[in-house]
């Protein structure tokens, strides 16, 4: 599966929502919850470049 999506690129409003949703999650969880945004790839489109910086991968 990891191979068919990539990392969205979302307008800032929409980032702002996100943290809006985590920090209410953190408020009724007690935890940490951290959302994160995939979109497909099209077919042969190359991932690589947005998963630079994780490790292991």
């Known amino acids: ?25 953190y408020e009724e969880l007690g935890e940490e919850i951290t959302l994160i945004a995939y979109e497909k790839e099209p077919p042969g489109a190359d991932s690589t470049a947005c998963r630079a910086d994780l490790k292991g991968e």
Do not use: H, I
């Open 1 to 25: 599966m990891r191979n068919d999506y990539a990392f969205a690129s979302l307008p800032d409003r929409a980032v702002r929502e996100l943290k809006q949703l985590e920090s209410r999650l």
